[in-house]
């Protein structure tokens, strides 16, 4: 049976995408720091196992793959999901906090792939990194986090162009506004609405939208995709700097 190795799937995107995994008859590591929290929702998914881990610590990501392997005996994708927001102004993020998100958005995600290579080296299979569209285009508040995400990217880029002589494909999803939990607990009504004036479909993205383009991406359906990155966004990304009060539904715009 072909086991996937999901990070940050105690919640929102990771565990919707662990549950679509199960879904399809994959085995499941769910991996994550908040350890009561997986072993809370672990038990829910068919083929799924908690394993806690913190993914900026190099010898317990050591300890995971190896624990994983011994259960498994293989992985045959790797969701680097796990990731931190650290939002303020540039001047004001000092380099704790530029670390802090470093750590875990982008020393984690190397991390965890670096470990899981020799594995995946094994039988092929496929790393997925989640990015954000804070990686593609540039916002305010976000140096750190949207720093991070874009070298997500090009580390997916690496891992593509040196590990497909193995059989081993790396993609990259960059998630747009999603309406999970911790969004909805922040954005306000004012922010809601501004994404959706901004994003062409006129929405935020579900949990189980991304979920289906990473369990697409890790799977044999996307044999031969590889050093892509997929913003699922509704289109947000697409505008670039268009003005949402000039995408008028008629008249002269000119």
Not at 170 to 184: D, E, H, I, S
Not at 214 to 219: D, E, K, N, P
Request: aromatic share 6%; glycine share 12%.
């Amino acid at each position: 049976m072909k086991t996937a190795l999901v990070t940050g799937a105690a919640r929102g995107i990771g565990l919707a995408t662990a549950r679509l995994f199960a879904a399809e008859g994959w085995q499941v590591a769910l991996v994550d720091c908040d350890g009561a929290e997986l072993e809370a929702v672990a038990p829910g998914i068919t083929g799924g196992f908690a394993v806690t881990c913190d993914i900026a610590d190099p010898d317990q990501v050591a300890a995971t793959v190896a624990a994983v392997l011994k259960r498994t005996g293989r992985i045959d994708a790797v969701v680097n999901n796990a990731g931190i927001a650290d939002f303020g102004p540039i001047e004001a993020t000092g380099f704790d906090r530029w670390r802090a998100v470093m750590a875990v958005n982008l020393d984690g995600t190397f991390l965890v792939s670096q470990a899981c290579i020799p594995a995946l080296k094994r039988q092929g299979g496929a790393i997925v990194n989640i990015a954000s569209i804070s990686g593609l285009r540039a916002s305010t508040l976000r140096v750190a986090y949207g720093t991070s995400k874009a070298a997500v990217i090009h580390l997916t880029r690496q891992q593509a162009a040196e590990l497909g002589e193995y059989g081993i494909r790396a993609n990259c999803v960059a998630p747009g506004p999603v309406r999970t939990k911790l969004a909805m607990a922040v954005h306000s009504p004012e922010i809601i609405a501004a994404y959706h004036d901004a994003i062409p479909l006129n929405r935020y993205g579900t949990e189980d939208e991304l979920a289906q383009a990473i369990v697409f991406l890790a799977g044999d359906r996307a044999s031969y995709v590889t050093g892509q990155v997929l913003a699922v966004d509704g289109g947000f990304e697409s505008t670039g700097v268009g003005l949402p009060a000039l995408r008028a539904r008629g008249g002269d715009q000119s």
